[in-house]
């Protein structure tokens, strides 16, 4: 994306092509790559959601008192996965949101297509929504 921007930025027409082929579950996602969609970025809010839980539990330790939840034996703090899964998404969206419009205030078009070289000088691409040779 740097690239493309860049590119732009001195005059040069640009199209930044972005496809990933679904999953045999059918698995898909948007503009940002592995990391931003399915690898470094869940990861890391995952791995820190545990963090902070745990952190709770060790705050014993250092002074720290959590309420007891009667009969449990364990503190009232509860974590909801389906909370956590719905940030994390909502993370991603914001990521490939934000740089798509990045890439359009460069004047660099998003197509998101599996793209391969036709003749001298021709990008060809199939259009996703139409099934038309670009």
């Known amino acids: 994306m740097a690239a493309a921007k860049e590119a732009a930025n001195h005059g040069a027409r640009v199209a ?10 059918g698995t898909t996602w948007g503009l940002g790559g592995t ?43 509860v974590h ?10 909502n993370k991603v969206r914001q990521l490939s949101f934000s740089y798509k419009a990045a ?4 004047k660099v078009k998003y197509v998101n297509a599996l793209a391969r070289f036709g003749s001298a000088g021709v990008i060809e691409y199939e259009n996703p929504s139409s099934g038309e040779t670009q």
């Open 103 to 106: 890439l359009r205030s460069n």
């Open 35 to 77: 990391c931003v969609n399915v690898g470094c970025i869940p990861k890391k809010l995952m791995h820190y959601a545990g963090l902070i839980g745990a952190s709770f539990y060790d705050g014993r330790h250092l002074g720290w008192q959590l309420p007891e939840v009667h009969g449990r034996g364990h503190s009232g703090i």
């Open 16 to 25: 930044l092509f972005d496809y990933v082929k679904p999953s045999p579950q």
């Open 80 to 89: 909801e996965w389906g909370h956590l899964v719905e940030t994390v998404q």
